[in-house]
C-alpha cells in the first residue's frame, strides 16, 4: 500500500485535518532548509553563536514584527533585543508562534536580553531577568548581559521618557559591579541563562571581571565600526576566549533621529558613503554594508545589524560567500578614527559615575 493511503481512511473531514497537518509539516522543513547555512563561533561555554545576529533597538512594535518574520525567514537565528528596547513581548509573540507551528525549535534560536542601565544592581539582575523571561515566554535565554557598567536612576516610568525630559535621569553611584557579576553567576547556576557577558566595559572593567570571577564572561557587545574599531579591546578580549559582538556596526543614523527626538542636534558621520567603503564594495560587486558586516566577521567579530528593510534584511546576511583581500582589510584599517556614537552622556555629569567607561574621551 503507498504513502498516499493513509489518507484515504477515516471520513472526510478527518482526512482533511490529517492533509493539512502533514503540507504544514513539509512547508516548515523547506522553509528551514531554505535558509542560508550561518557560521558559528564557540563561547567559552562551548555553546555555538551564529557568527552575524539582528539587532532589535529602535525597531517599533508595530514594524518588528513584520521584520523578525522576515529575518527568521531569511535565515537569523540569533536575536538580540534589551528590557531598555521595550519590544520584547513582540519578540516573544513571533519566536513563540513559529516554535508552535513547527518552523523551529526553541535551540534554533540564539536569544540574547541584557539588565537595564536602570537597574545595575544585584537585584535587578534577577527581578529583570524574570521580566523578560516572561515577555519573551521563555524558560531560559543564551545570553543575559550587563548593558552598561554604571547606573542610573529614573523618576519616569521607561527610560526614553526620563531620558527626554533630562532631569528625571539620576546617577548611581553606588554601582558595584562584581557583586552585580555575583548575580549574574547565579542566573546561570539557576538554569534562567546559558551564558552571561557584558556591553558597553573598558578594558580595565572587563579585566577586573575576570580577576574576580567565577563564570567567566562569554560575550563583550560594544559600539564597533570602521570608524571604531577598537582593535586593542577586541585583542584582549581574544586573548581571554571572550566573542566579540558589535552594535551599530554600520554606524548609527537611527542615532541621529533618537538624538533629535530629546530635542538635540548632532551630525554623525555617513559609514556606507565612505568612498573607500564604496570602491571595496564596487570591487566586489557587493554593497558598502555588506562589506563593512564582512569585515567584522574576517576580524572574528560577530556583527548585530538592525533592519527592517526586507531587502537589507536579505542582503546583510548574504556575506560569506566572499572574502576581503588583504589590500581591503588594510584600506578599511586605515578608516579608524575613534569616532563613537554611543558615549552615553545621558544627562550632564555622566562622567563622574565611577563606572563611566568612557573618562578617557570626554575633554578630547
Known amino acids: 500500500m503507498g504513502p498516499i493511503s493513509k489518507f484515504q481512511k477515516g471520513p472526510p473531514l478527518a482526512r482533511l485535518v490529517l492533509i493539512m497537518?502533514?503540507?504544514?509539516?513539509?512547508l516548515a522543513s523547506v522553509s528551514i532548509a531554505s535558509s542560508p547555512t550561518i557560521p558559528t563561533l564557540t563561547l567559552n561555554t562551548g555553546k555555538k553563536i551564529p557568527a552575524i545576529g539582528y539587532g532589535t533597538w529602535q525597531a517599533a512594535e508595530a514594524e518588528l514584527e513584520k521584520a523578525l518574520d522576515a529575518a527568521l525567514e531569511a535565515g537569523y537565528r540569533h536575536i538580540d533585543t534589551a528590557a531598555v528596547y521595550e519590544n520584547e513581548k513582540v519578540i516573544g509573540?513571533?519566536?513563540?508562534r513559529w516554535i508552535s507551528n513547527g518552523k523551529l525549535k526553541r535551540e534554533d534560536i540564539f536569544l540574547v536580553t541584557k539588565v537595564p542601565t536602570y537597574a545595575i544592581d544585584p537585584e535587578g539582575v534577577r527581578e529583570y531577568l524574570k521580566k523578560s523571561l516572561a515577555n519573551l515566554q521563555m524558560d531560559y535565554v543564551d545570553l543575559y548581559l550587563v548593558h552598561t557598567p554604571f547606573g542610573i536612576k529614573i523618576i519616569e516610568e521607561t527610560l526614553h521618557s526620563a531620558v527626554s525630559s533630562g532631569s528625571n535621569v539620576e546617577i548611581d553611584y553606588k554601582t558595584d559591579l562584581l557583586a552585580v557579576w555575583r548575580e549574574m553567576e547565579k542566573q546561570v547556576d539557576a538554569g534562567f541563562t546559558k551564558a552571561i557577558g557584558i556591553s558597553n566595559f573598558n578594558k580595565s572593567q572587563v579585566k577586573r571581571i575576570l580577576d574576580?570571577?567565577?563564570i567567566r564572561p562569554s560575550s563583550l557587545q560594544v559600539e564597533l565600526h570602521p570608524y571604531l574599531q577598537q582593535n586593542e579591546l577586541v585583542d584582549f578580549c581574544k586573548e581571554n576566549n571572550i566573542v566579540v559582538v558589535?552594535?551599530?556596526p554600520l554606524g548609527s543614523l537611527g542615532l541621529s533621529v533618537y538624538i533629535e527626538k530629546l530635542g538635540k542636534k548632532e551630525d554623525f558621520q555617513n559609514v556606507l558613503q565612505n568612498p573607500t567603503i564604496k570602491a571595496i564594495a564596487e570591487k566586489h560587486s557587493k554593497t558598502a554594508a555588506q562589506v563593512v558586516l564582512r569585515f567584522d566577521v574576517q576580524r572574528g567579530i560577530i556583527p548585530i545589524p538592525k533592519s527592517t528593510?526586507?531587502?537589507r534584511l536579505?542582503?546583510?546576511l548574504d556575506i560569506f560567500d566572499f572574502e576581503l583581500d588583504a589590500d581591503d582589510i588594510q584600506k578599511l584599517k586605515k578608516l579608524d578614527a575613534h569616532v563613537r556614537f554611543f558615549n552615553f552622556m545621558i544627562r550632564d555629569g555622566m562622567e563622574t559615575h565611577p563606572e563611566y567607561p568612557f573618562k578617557d574621551e570626554v575633554h578630547k
Not at 497537518?21 to 513539509?26: F, G, H, I, R, T
Not at 509573540?93 to 513563540?96: A, D, E, R, S, T
Open 212 to 214: 574576580n570571577c567565577k
Open 314 to 316: 536579505k542582503q546583510n
Open 21 to 26: 497537518a502533514c503540507l504544514n509539516s513539509v
Open 93 to 96: 509573540n513571533v519566536i513563540k
Open 246 to 248: 558589535a552594535y551599530s
Open 309 to 311: 528593510n526586507l531587502e
